[in-house]
Structure formats: C-alpha cells, structure tokens
C-alpha cells in the first residue's frame, strides 16, 4: 500500500502510520499476511527515530492488526480482529458529531455506507 | 622554477571550481542552483538567464582569480610564497561559495516574484517498493575482491623487503576499503523518496540510484589500492617494468577519473530520463534545508544523503557526525598551511634555523619542526667537507624547496638525513654505516668550526 506521512503535521507520526495501515487493510490495500518493512527502513524513510515508529508498530500489535513472524518480520493479522470493547462508544461519539453537524439522518446514513463499500467485504 | 608550476595548479583549481559549481545551474530534479522549480518553468525565458547568468558569473570569477594567481611570479621567500599560495587557495574556495549563495538567493526570488512556490507533498512510503528497495545494490561479497587485491598487493611488497612501509600501507589501504564498506551499507540505508505519484518511476529511479552508487563503492575501493600500490612495485623492479608499470599507472588513474565522471553523469541523465515520463513530481519541502548550499536540517535523522546535483553523496551538517566532518575540513586546510609554511618561515627568519649542539659522547643536529639527528661519535666513519651537495635521488620525508632541504633523503642511494642551506658553501659531510648526514649552517665560518670540532673528536 502507499501510505502519506506528513513530518510537518500536528498530529505525531505514530498515529499517522496507524491510522493509515489500519485503513488499508480494511480497504484491502493490505492484505491479511503482507509483509510490512521493518522498523527501520520505515524510519529511515522518515528520517525519523526508530523509536518513533516501534511506537506505531507496537500499537498496531497490541490492537491486533499486525503480527510478528519470527522469520518474516512483521505481518498483516489474519482477518477478522478481536473486536475492542471501546469501539461501540467510539463510534457512539463519531455518529453524534456527524449528526449534530448534518441533522439529516439520510445524509448521515448515505456517507456511512459510502465508506463502508469502500472496504473489500470478502476479507471483512 | 616552481613557482610556474604552482601558479599552474592553481589556475587549473580555479577553472575545475567554476565547472563543478556551474554543473549546479544544470537542473536535475527540476533543482537548480538549490530551488526547485516547477516542471513546466524548467524552460522559462527568466529561468534560462538566472541558469546562463550563473553559469557565466563563476567563470568571471574564475578570470578574476586567476589574475589575482599571477602575484605568485612575484619574486619573494619560499615561507611567504607559500603563505600567498594557501591565501590564495582559501580564496577561492571561499569566494566561489559565496557566489553559489548569492545565486540560490536569487533564484529563491525568482520563485517568489513569479508566484512558483511549490506546494509541500507529504512523504510517500509506498511498503512494497521499501521491502525491495535494495534489490539492485551490487552484493557486498564484491569487496572480497577489493580485499583480495590488497592482501596480495601487500604479499609483494613485503617480498620486497619494504619493511615497516608494508604494515603502514596495508592498515591505511584497509581503513580506505572498510571505508568503502561503510559508505556501501549507508547507500542501501538511503530512504526512496518517491519523487513522483507514479510508483512504477519511483522503483526505477530508487533502483538506478541504489546500483550506481553502491557498484561505485565496489569499484573504488578496488582501484584506489591498485593507484596506491603500483608506484611502489615500479621502486624495486628492474627498469624494463619501469615503464610498464608507470604507464599503467597513470592510464588506471585517468580510467578511474574518466570512469567516475562517465558513471554518475550517466546516473543523472537516466534519472532525469525517468522523470520526463511523468507530469507528476512530488516536492517534499527541501529547499529550505540547501539555502547555503549544504544540507542542514536537524529534524531528519539522517548522516549521509545524495546531493541535488546527483553527482555525489552529502552529510546532513545538523547532526553531530556532520559537524564533526564539516570541523576536520578547516582544521585540515589551515593544518596543512602550517606544517608547509612554519618550517620554511622559520628558516627564512630565524637568525640560526639549524643548530647543532656538541655533547660529551655525541653530536646534535637540529632543524625546524624536524626530529633531532642525535650522531654518536663512534659511529662516525668519515667526516669531510664538500663544495657541492650531491644530487639528491628522492625525498623520504620533510622538507625540500629551491633554497633548503630538511629531512630524510636518498642521496647517491644511500639513506640520508639533510638539515641544508643551498646558499650555504661548504656542506659538512658526515658518514656513519647506515646513514649519511648533511649539514650546513647559514653561517658557512660556523659549518666549518663543526667540521673541526668533529675532526677533533674522530
């Protein structure tokens, strides 16, 4: 997959480097067992710390989305995840910013199902 | 006599400056002279005369210098010719600098008054093209040939009886090699870079870079040893290898530098090849780090890193390897200087440069900045006074100029230590097993009041 990491940007590239891989993977821009660089080559492509993205990494390990493989490195899980017990009061609170910001459900409704067909249903 | 041929290097470096500063007006990467450019302005009218006028200034200034070179056929002493040369050479070296900075900031108002600013592109990690970033680096069980080259370079050598020259050489020569190891595993630590949207481009463009520049790691750390060594076989084979070998010589360095420039020219050309095929290009911010023409940027992690003129491989200053890099290249230079030019002052100077000292069971030769020669009288053979210095075969170490000789030479083939004033008649000639020694004092009545102190002793 091709991933955008902004130096500049406000928000610390960890989260940027998780919040992509986890959406290319529901996307099927990764698929499950893909290998993915290591830490290093990732932060010298940064020009960032190792450490820096281990963080991202690690975080990504402990959610459940990649794996490590003694030989391969790190992978892409196998599909689908263990669900997290936040993700329901998560998106509680996304659905409640959308609609207070667009108080017809429709829309609210048709943007949800825009980005949900953007995710590959087969592997999901 | 010499001086000519200073003045000739010189004016040679004036020219070699202005070439390899103007290669920056060519532009690679859409970047000239530090500012990239959009690629649809590549060819403006206003972008081509910043690129001729730049270009032009740097041989003016060339001209310039090289007039202000001709002061060195000024008859003067070796120390203060030797200073003007060192002024000279920090000149220009300064100066064109200066003029490369004086036009990246006017390129940089080109771009603003013209309303060019590129837009900033986050970095593209595309995670295939990383896993395989390196697959075109050469392997690195090539530098068992450099390596191999070596150790049988040095098994000649110390067949030769070369004695203490072979460890030297060979602890230097593989330093130079592990060098060259090193700089190999940092090119396949270079990040990608994507410079388009285009992935296809950006495998081919990281592919070309990562097998030009690690083959060229590989190739000179071969034929770096071969240079070094070769001079020193022709010393102790008969002269029928002579010219073989002196031929070789010099026709492996002008291949090695002929080849150097023909490579990474190639690189460039292809590069830039590969981006002609694609309007995309992605510009991640890197002017503001290049705006005095070195690389300073104390966020990325990065040491090393190519050079926007993709002729060479640069260090990132803001790090602590940088700075340690970008400090040992005055220390060098003004080192340099000093060891040249205080000796040769002092000489010129000094009331008394060389001194000698009676002692009880010894004699005491001294010159300035040169080890003491400590003679002990029963090892003195012969002692005689000559009118004329022999001709003096090869200089070992030290110090040799049109007015003085210092140091360790072989003189008539056998190993000599000089402490000589060529103004100064007559030389004192002292002969022990090993080693010949010369002296004179700038005073000749003081030269010949030694000589009868040792006839005395003998």
């Known amino acids: ?124 | 006599m010499l001086s000519p041929l200073i003045l000739g290097i010189l004016i040679f470096c004036n020219f070699v400056m202005a070439f390899t500063n103007s290669l920056a007006a060519k532009p690679h990467n859409y970047v000239i002279v530090e500012n990239t450019f959009p690629a649809d302005k590549i060819n403006d009218p206003l972008v081509l005369s910043f690129r001729k006028n730049y270009r032009k200034r740097q041989f003016q200034l060339a001209g310039i210098l090289t007039l202000l070179d001709l002061s060195l056929l000024i008859p003067m002493k070796d120390s203060i010719f030797m200073i003007l040369f060192f002024v000279l050479l920090y000149i220009t070296i300064g100066s064109g600098y200066l003029l490369q900075i004086r036009y990246i900031r006017k390129g940089h108002q080109l771009i603003v008054d013209n309303g060019w600013q590129l837009t900033e592109q986050p970095i593209q990690v595309d995670t295939q093209l990383l896993l395989e970033k390196n697959r075109k680096l050469v392997s690195p069980w090539w530098f068992a040939l450099s390596f191999g080259v070596l150790i049988l370079l040095t098994i000649i050598l110390h067949q030769q009886e070369m004695g203490s020259l072979t460890w030297i050489l060979l602890s230097a020569c593989g330093l130079t090699s592990a060098l060259f190891v090193l700089g190999w595993w940092a090119i396949g630590r270079l990040p990608v870079r994507a410079l388009t949207n285009d992935s296809t481009i950006n495998r081919q463009y990281n592919d070309l870079t990562k097998f030009y520049w690690s083959a060229f790691m590989v190739a000179t750390s071969i034929f770096i040893n071969l240079i070094v060594y070769l001079p020193l076989l022709t010393m102790s084979t008969s002269s029928r290898f002579f010219k073989i070998l002196m031929t070789s010589e010099f026709l492996l360095i002008f291949l090695f530098c002929g080849f150097t420039i023909w490579w990474l020219f190639r690189l460039r050309n292809n590069q830039d090849q590969l981006l002609t095929q694609t309007p995309s290009f992605r510009y991640t911010g890197d002017d503001y780090y290049w705006r005095y023409g070195i690389y300073y940027n104390p966020d990325d992690r990065r040491l090393m890193l190519p050079d926007r003129i993709g002729l060479n491989i640069t260090i990132n200053l803001a790090r602590v390897g940088g700075k340690i890099f970008i400090g040992l290249i005055p220390a060098i230079l003004i080192g340099v200087m000093l060891i040249v030019v205080v000796p040769l002052y002092i000489l010129d100077y000094h009331p008394d440069p060389l001194t000698y000292e009676v002692k009880q069971e010894s004699v005491v030769l001294d010159g300035p900045l040169y080890r003491e020669s400590n003679i002990n009288y029963n090892s003195i053979e012969k002692v005689s006074l000559l009118n004329k210095m022999p001709t003096i075969g090869m200089k070992v170490n030290g110090l040799a100029s049109v007015n003085y000789a210092l140091g360790s030479f072989k003189v008539d083939g056998k190993s000599a230590t000089l402490f000589v004033d060529h103004q100064s008649k007559p030389i004192l000639k002292i002969t022990t097993k090993d080693r010949d020694y010369y002296y004179t004092n700038t005073d000749s009545t003081v030269t010949k009041k030694l000589y009868q102190k040792l006839q005395a002793h003998h």
Do not use: C
């Not at chain 1, 509680?92 to 829309?107: F, G, I, K, M, R």
């Open chain 1, 1 to 124: 997959m091709i991933l955008e990491i902004d130096p500049h940007s406000e928000e610390p590239i960890y989260l940027q480097l998780r919040k992509q891989i986890i959406i290319g993977i529901a996307r099927g821009e990764l698929s499950p067992n893909e290998q993915l660089p290591t830490v290093r080559q990732f932060a010298d492509e940064l020009g960032v710390n190792t450490m820096t993205v281990s963080k991202g990494y690690q975080q990504l390990r402990e959610e459940g989305y990649l794996i490590t493989d003694r030989r391969k490195g790190t992978l892409v899980a196998p599909l689908p995840v263990t669900p997290k017990k936040t993700s329901e009061e998560n998106l509680t609170l996304l659905l409640a910013e959308l609609y207070l910001s667009e108080p017809d459900e429709q829309v609210v409704q048709e943007k949800v199902q825009r980005i949900l067909t953007s995710f590959r249903k087969e592997d999901v």
